[in-house]
């Protein structure tokens, strides 16, 4: 009964430890959401900004580009997937990938070939293990990205739309990254980037918005030119930075979860250690007792 009293106390001293780790976590996470929220607070008005000139642009011209053309019938489609670099943030990545998987599903299905790009050391691993073919990947980063990592993950993307497809090049592009709506309610998305659709500018009820005239200097297609690198990566930059606060959230409920389930083990295995304990002082006074009555009645034997 003592070994099994060992065992729920060196049991109890594991849980205890673990619990103060994640309780840790939870609190690292809930600290940093704060931050990753108000970078997509800030980013989000550039980004809605940038796509609605980009939209003027394309309505006021009828130049062909790769920001607003579409292709007669498109063979390749680019897919830029958003994960963690790290676990223990419950299906945030799982969650990613499987819209990624149904995104890809889907566009093979319309007849184009999929090209995928990666960001995060999950989505990797999750190709990798498969032997799945990746055009390029880039991990480091997802808990605090930078515009500098954005620029660096839109620079191959966008070589990959202005070139032809008979070249590699691809006629869509689709990003797919986790929304951050709420701290509870975190969704899995996938957008298409380009060509942008000018039914983004529409509101709730279908009505276009009424978007200003320009005049073009030198050209539109010049115009659209410059503005294609920006637009690429902001999108991209307010999704990391969307991903990073819905990662943190993620990890955040996770954590207290863990944290949760700790404490109840622990009470558990607290009522089990106290069973055990008095157990073994019954079992304690039983043997003292008996005892006691053995040397009485031997007593009495040789009293006769």
Known sequence: ??????????????????????????????????KAQRQVAASTPYATELTRAVTAVATGSTTKHPLTTEAETPARAAILLITSDRGLAGGYSS??????EKLTERL?????????YVIGRKGVAYYGFRERKLADSWTGFTDSPTYADAKRAAAPL???VTQETAEGGVDELHIVFTEFVSMMTQNPVDDRMLPLSLDATK????????????????SAEDVL??????????RIYNALLQAAASE?????????????????????????????????????????????????????????
Do not use: C, W
């Open 95 to 100: 969650n990613a990938i499987k819209a990624a």
């Open 158 to 160: 966008i070589e990959a």
């Open 203 to 218: 509101d709730e009820d279908g009505k276009g918005e009424i978007l200003p005239l320009f005049d073009f200097e030198p």
């Open 1 to 34: 009964m003592g070994a099994q009293l060992r065992v729920y106390k060196r049991r109890i001293r594991s849980v205890t430890a673990t619990k103060k780790i994640t309780k840790a976590m939870e609190m690292i996470a809930a600290s940093r959401i704060v």
């Open 225 to 234: 030119d410059a503005l294609l690198p920006r637009y690429v990566e902001s």
């Open 108 to 116: 093979r299905g319309e007849g184009k070939e999929v090209v995928t």
């Open 248 to 304: 943190h959230a993620a990890r955040r409920r996770a954590m207290k979860s863990a944290t949760d389930n700790a404490g109840e083990l622990i009470k558990t295995l607290s009522r089990l250690a106290n069973a055990a304990r008095q157990a073994e002082i019954t079992q304690e006074i039983s043997e003292i007792v008996g005892g006691a009555s053995a040397l009485a009645d031997a007593t009495a034997g040789s009293d006769k």
